[in-house]
RNA sequence: GGAGGGGUGGCAGAGUGGUCUAAUGCGGCGGUCUUGAAAACCGCUGUGGGUGAAAGCCCACCGGGGGUUCGAAUCCCUCCCCCUCCGCCA
């Protein structure tokens, strides 16, 4: 959510940020900012009518007490017809609060000065390179190959227990997927410093609003419900990362300064709908509708913000370097960003089967946005409450870092090599058929 | 699923229609005293919004929402959450 005040003391800055984003939101901006007059001009009206009842409420008080009912009486006659003036502008108050407010949450977040301008992927700006594409005496299978030869993944009865787009793991296969949860999640807690949570997966839907997820994205949920009883549903929500609840562990506190920055990594399954997206339906783990993820979260006061964005894309990159494989990191531009974001990194996994990049982990700093939302806030050593930057980052999501994985280390002999670093996971160096 | 109890400031805890401007205690911050500290004493100590250059003034908030009333922490309706016991269950 953005700063109501923002839009106040700076509409044309505003509407220029989000222009950037080619989105048309800019038009917005006086919609939303007529509400506010309106509310705040009935406001005004109404809270000077509301300190004159409350003088006269104590007067009657006083009277009554002194046994002057018919003086009383005749005040009671007097401050009625300004309790029904009351309730009539309170509505009014109410009813542009909401309407405003309801505009405001469906508004992006403004990109950072720094994020380059542009309309969509094409426009993305490459920002570094580790390794190189690698080489094969032999035509390199495709993870769909791979896993069907050496039974790592069983796809027909994994369609045949939920439908297309779902995975059954099976053998090394599944042995494989736990053991990089686990590697991940070491890594981070280990070395990088995070504090490891498990998320209930199940979440209301005030953390999908938190994070930005909702109202603008409802369709591209699974949503719950208890038993048959349809009043239930609406409530709680299948996560679609692990972003949602755990950004909003702390929601509606405030934290004390000292205690930043926090920072949590968190091992989930992640489930989307993928209504409407394009590769769906497509045989193979590209685009599934539940998939693995170890997520990074950190919240952090605003001067350390883009730093903390910087390492957070290092700590993500530090898993594709341990495990061999070829990875870019991108920039997102203004208009290929998501919702939530002022500055988002996505770093993209060669995958020589596919003979493309895949998108394993995208890092985003979303400054106060979500924070406003959640009303998440810390207080400075001045004894002032601000809302603090929120990031999130994939460290990374799993099914396409086990199609990256497999299809790089494949052997001529149809084997995979497991990297070193895995090894101690999986408990073996070798999987073949 | 059934029965019962509860939700008040950082914490504990009073308050059941009118100086509630929410008692009191603890904790925290500042001060007096002291060589220093403790004790004692004094003062301050929540969140959001409106207005204003600022100081300030005003409004709202006792789990959320709605209602009754001139006036609600207090009465009514409704929802949420927590606790205890019973049943079922991994």
């Known amino acids: 959510m953005l700063d109501i005040k923002l839009l106040r003391e700076k509409p044309d800055f505003v509407r220029e940020r989000l222009a950037t984003r080619n989105a048309g939101d800019e038009s917005r901006v006086s919609e939303v900012l007529a509400l506010d007059e309106q509310r705040r001009v009935a406001l005004a009206e109404v809270e000077q009518l509301k300190a004159k009842r409350n003088a006269v409420s104590k007067e009657i008080g006083a009277l009554m007490g002194q046994k002057k009912i018919a003086e009383a009486d005749a005040k009671k006659a007097e401050t009625r017809a300004i309790g029904d003036r009351i309730t009539e502008l309170d509505k009014i108050v109410a009813e542009a609060e909401s309407a405003r407010d309801t505009l405001l949450a469906r508004i992006p977040n403004l990109p950072h000065g720094s994020v380059a301008l542009g309309k969509d992927a094409a426009d993305n700006p490459e920002i570094r390179v580790h390794g190189s594409r690698p080489d094969y005496a032999f035509k390199p299978l495709t993870h769909i190959e791979l896993a069907e030869k050496l039974k790592l993944i069983d796809f027909a009865r994994g369609a045949k227990l939920s439908g297309s787009g779902f995975l059954l793991y099976t053998g090394w296969g599944a042995r494989l997927e736990r053991a990089l949860i686990n590697f ?38 699974y949503a719950v419900q208890e ?30 300064g000292a205690q930043l920055p926090v920072r949590y990594v968190a091992y989930s399954p992640c489930f989307r709908a993928e209504a409407g997206a394009a590769g769906l339906g497509t045989r193979g783990m590209i685009r599934v509708h539940q998939f693995d993820k170890v997520e990074l979260i950190k919240i952090v006061t605003p001067e350390t913000g883009y730093d903390e964005l910087e390492q957070l894309v290092t700590n993500a990159e530090t898993v594709l370097k341990r495990l061999g494989l070829h990875y870019r990191v991108i ?70 870092l086990f199609v990256a994985l497999v299809e790089t280390h494949q052997q001529a002999d149809g084997s995979v090599l497991i990297p070193e670093a895995l090894r101690p996971y999986i408990g073996t160096d070798r999987i073949s058929a």
């Open 227 to 256: 038993g048959l009883d349809g009043s239930t549903l609406g409530k709680l929500y299948l996560l679609p990362t692990a972003e949602a609840p755990v950004a909003n562990i702390h929601r509606e506190e405030i934290l004390p």
């Open 184 to 221: 991940l999640l070491d890594l981070h807690t280990a070395e990088h410093g995070y504090r490891e949570v498990a998320p209930p997966y199940i979440i209301g839907e005030h953390c999908m609003f938190g994070v930005g997820q909702f109202p603008k994205f409802k369709d591209q949920a």
């Open 331 to 400: 920039n997102l531009c203004t208009g290929d960003m998501g919702f939530s974001s002022s500055k988002t990194y996505d770093i993209e996994v060669w995958a020589p089967g596919q003979g493309s990049y895949l998108e394993v982990s995208s890092c985003s700093n979303c400054e106060d946005y979500q924070a406003r939302r959640m009303n998440l806030r810390y207080k400075t050593e001045a004894g002032e409450n601000r809302f603090p930057h929120i990031l999130n980052g994939s460290g990374t999501a799993l099914a396409r």
